[in-house]
């Protein structure tokens, strides 16, 4: 769709290969013909998941953002190894970071973070039916569960405790679908 | 609060500086002591805008994302200029892409788009009472005003012509309130 509005790569130079992102910087050939700059962070996908305790709460991970500068609390998520299928991911993720392993799994939705700049995707799973596993979570997280009431995690939201799209957004989800008796 | 979970700066080394976002990395320390990466973008933050038509359709903007190679559609946004206050650049940017004014404004959300990778912060605001201003399009802004119902809304959603975090969240956002008579 769309042939109209689209933006035409004349070159393209790397400026940074990381561990976990990529940059580049993008001559581009506008609709009307002219010539523009884009400037392009590609990341590897990433999975978020949203898990409710047996008493109905839903389960967060308190985790420092580096490029926040502070400590936010998110639904479990984590990026894609190379080659990882988004579920086998999730259900990685939601061990490593909570020790929980869940049964039921579905896919929710996919979204782009930050179309403007990045082609970083995120998958969001809902894990149903969970039972403790705790065989795998990683050491090396420095990630703490916090389990929150639909009330809390709106009072987290106004604190600004919860801070990110993806955490809101299951927040959202979660009062939309909540009289389905979730 | 957290400290126990804070990564403290060592060193940092800025990679590139561009437009519209500048990456570093950062040499950190963990809480255990030991030593790690973190790459990060700053990004002058952002904001989006959720505003109905008179019949009651959401608006959005089609556009073409070179991130992502394709175009979607999405709610009104815009980055902030420097030092520009939110607000003010939530009714440019409404005006710029969609030709519209609105007489009442309200603060919704503050997110974080990327936790992981940037500090890219974006306001939402809902934008009511709208009438056609037109005089401020921006000619240089390749996108394409396209106001749906609901019903279209989940279906783009299906077929991922919608496929961005504030977006879906937008539509959430609608769901939850629509009972309010919105």
């Known amino acids: 769709m769309n042939d109209h509005l689209k933006e035409t790569t004349i070159r393209t130079k790397s400026i940074f290969k990381g561990k976990i992102i990529d940059l580049e910087v993008q001559d581009v050939q506008l609709p009307n ?13 990433a999975v978020a998941v949203i898990s409710f305790t047996n008493e109905g709460k839903l389960i967060l991970v308190k985790q420092y953002r580096k490029a926040l500068e502070k400590a936010i609390a998110e ?8 080659g990882e299928d988004p579920l086998e991911c999730a259900k990685r993720e939601l061990e490593e970071e909570t020790g929980v ?7 929710l939705h996919s979204f782009y973070t930050s179309p403007g700049f ?4 995120v998958y969001v799973y809902l894990a149903e039916d969970l039972h403790t596993g705790n ?3 990683d050491e ?4 703490e569960r916090v389990d929150v009431t639909l009330e809390e995690a709106n009072q987290m939201i ?3 405790e919860i801070h990110d799209a993806k955490t809101i957004y299951a927040i959202q989800y979660w009062q ?7």
Do not use: C, T, Y
């Open 101 to 107: 392993k869940a049964k039921n799994w579905s896919k």
């Open 176 to 182: 939309l679908n909540q009289r389905q008796g979730m």
């Open 158 to 160: 106004l604190s600004e």
């Open 135 to 137: 065989v795998n979570m």
């Open 75 to 82: 639904i479990p998520a984590g990026k894609l190894e190379s």
């Open 33 to 45: 013909g002219e010539e523009s700059k884009r400037e392009i962070i590609h990341h590897p996908g």
């Open 140 to 143: 090396d997280e420095f990630v």
């Open 118 to 121: 990045a082609n970083e995707i």
